[in-house]
């Protein structure tokens, strides 16, 4: 590590290109449970790889909907928590040299601001309010629950799937391309509630490096990120973002 937390706070002042990834970490303190922890219950018998894959929702689409009904309406009932708050505050100090690539699927980010105060959010894995006609390709918002069908069908009539990146498929093309020139372009990235194991935005951070930024992980716990970071705060998400930008 190269910097301390005084020197962090400056820099992360001064920068005007702020390119940040965010991971389950960031939600856990919404009560949201990460992908592998949401198996209670009746799904415990399950894995999420038996769920989450093409070839599982082709064999079972109806118990993959299931399923992802159930995570949808608890991520509605949850509401975003201190750390979203901040990262909406920090785009809208910094507009349009600001970031946000999200792992997360639960839309919380949003519902928080980011992405609506001049910087761009990008969901790289998708989001669980939304799904995707098979035919067209078109994405749209699922209706609140109760009313909600399963498997939901289109305007056009047809079935649509989780707008989700399931096990086996590719990342959107055009948000991880985006993600990649924001962290290549970035004078300082946070990294902030992911293990740093899940290619390819665990690599997005060492393009950042690459092109001579600094890196700041916040993180309660070590990670495969920690010995290259200029700052690693080994805090919550919104703890370790309140000691970054100092208490509103």
């Known amino acids: 590590m190269d910097m301390d937390l005084a020197a962090a706070r400056t820099a992360l002042q001064?920068?005007?290109?702020?390119?940040?990834?965010?991971?389950?970490?960031?939600?856990?303190?919404?009560?949201?449970?990460?992908?592998?922890?949401?198996?209670?219950?009746?799904?415990?018998?399950?894995?999420?790889?038996?769920?989450?894959?093409?070839?599982?929702?082709?064999?079972?689409?109806?118990?993959?909907?299931?399923?992802?009904?159930?995570?949808?309406?608890?991520?509605?009932?949850?509401?975003?928590?201190?750390?979203?708050?901040?990262?909406?505050?920090?785009?809208?100090?910094?507009?349009?040299?600001?970031?946000?690539?999200?792992?997360?699927?639960?839309?919380?980010?949003?519902?928080?601001?980011?992405?609506?105060?001049?910087?761009?959010?990008?969901?790289?894995?998708?989001?669980?309010?939304?799904?995707?006609?098979?035919?067209?390709?078109?994405?749209?918002?699922?209706?609140?629950?109760?009313?909600?069908?399963?498997?939901?069908?289109?305007?056009a009539g047809h079935r649509m799937r989780p707008h989700i990146v399931w096990f086996g498929e590719f990342l959107p093309e055009d948000a991880l391309a985006a993600a990649e020139q924001a962290f290549m372009q970035a004078e300082l990235a946070l990294v902030?509630?992911?293990?740093g194991v899940v290619y390819p935005a665990a690599g997005l951070a060492s393009l950042t490096q690459r092109a001579g930024g600094r890196v700041i992980e916040i993180n309660p716990d070590k990670t495969p990120l920690t010995p290259f970071a200029s700052l690693s705060l080994r805090e919550t998400a919104s703890r370790g973002l309140e000691l970054l930008l100092g208490p509103a």
């Not at 902030?192 to 293990?195: F, H, L, R, V, W």
């Open 14 to 155: 001064a920068a005007h290109r702020v390119a940040v990834l965010t991971g389950a970490g960031v939600s856990a303190e919404s009560g949201i449970p990460t992908f592998r922890d949401a198996q209670t219950g009746h799904w415990a018998r399950f894995r999420p790889e038996d769920l989450a894959s093409p070839a599982a929702y082709a064999a079972d689409p109806e118990l993959v909907w299931e399923w992802y009904a159930g995570r949808y309406r608890d991520v509605l009932a949850a509401q975003p928590n201190r750390a979203h708050t901040l990262l909406a505050e920090l785009e809208r100090q910094k507009g349009a040299g600001f970031f946000l690539a999200t792992q997360n699927v639960d839309g919380l980010h949003a519902r928080a601001g980011s992405g609506a105060q001049g910087g761009q959010l990008v969901e790289l894995h998708g989001n669980l309010g939304l799904a995707r006609d098979e035919v067209t390709g078109e994405v749209l918002p699922l209706p609140a629950p109760p009313p909600l069908t399963l498997p939901p069908q289109s305007p």
């Open 192 to 195: 902030i509630g992911t293990s």
